[in-house]
T-cell receptor, first 112, second 116 residues
């Protein structure tokens, strides 16, 4: 059974610092991995999708890497801003059309 | 950008009552999902739906739960007799495979269900 873990559970950084968020999964036979942002009491906003054949994906200040063989993904957020404060979730999918299995999230606070 | 729409945003109900949570997936999507998130816990998969039938369900999705796609646009989750432990945020998601590759699952804003 796939298990997804995110460490740390919470992170507080001063504005301008780069953020590094970690995600690990136990079954490396994934189809893709998705990173989401969740604001308190709100829905899930998709940030990046990395296919299993890719090593990284970039969107603006966000960069996500994937090392499938070691069961790890890292989300980098460059030059953090207070508006980046949110919970970041990673989730993996085993095959096309299958369910997402989520990690517990990392709650990020960017202090001005 | 197209989006997944969920109604209502908040539903309050008494224990034992039936509730129906509604979702309008993105129009050309073919795979539909329900997930839930109990406060402070992980997002958990409930059920997936494809080609007008359930394709997978979790152990949470017992006989008290059912899903339906009554017309070409709506996708509903029904809880027949709500329990206190059903209180959670329920998310609907939809997805389409593009060019043989798995695409992004798009999530709605969620329905907060409070069972009293």
């Amino acid at each position: 059974k796939q298990e997804v873990t995110q460490i740390p559970a919470a992170l507080s950084v001063p504005e301008g610092e780069n953020l590094v968020l970690n995600c690990s999964f136990t079954d490396s036979a994934i189809y893709n991995l998705q990173w989401f942002r969740q604001d308190p009491g709100k829905g899930l906003t998709s940030l990046l999708l990395i296919q299993s054949s890719q090593r990284e994906q970039t969107s603006g200040r966000l960069n996500a890497s994937l090392d499938k063989s070691s069961g790890r993904s890292t989300l980098y957020i460059a030059a953090s801003q207070p508006g980046d404060s949110a919970t970041y979730l990673c989730a993996v999918i085993q095959a096309a059309g299958n369910k997402l299995t989520f990690g517990g999230g990392t709650r990020v606070l960017v202090k001005p | 950008e197209p989006e997944v729409t969920q109604t209502p945003s908040h539903q309050v109900t008494q224990m034992g009552q039936e509730v129906i949570l509604r979702c309008v997936p993105i129009s050309n999507h073919l795979y539909f999902y329900w997930y839930r998130q109990i406060l402070g816990q992980k997002v958990e998969f409930l059920v997936s739906f494809y080609n007008n039938e359930i394709s997978e369900k979790s152990e949470i999705f017992d006989d008290q739960f059912s899903v339906e796609r009554p017309d070409g646009s709506n996708f509903t989750l029904k809880i027949r007799s709500t329990k206190l432990e059903d209180s959670a945020m329920y998310f609907c998601a939809s997805f389409v495979i593009r060019g043989g590759r798995s695409g992004i699952q798009y999530f709605g804003a969620g329905t907060r269900l409070s069972v009293l």
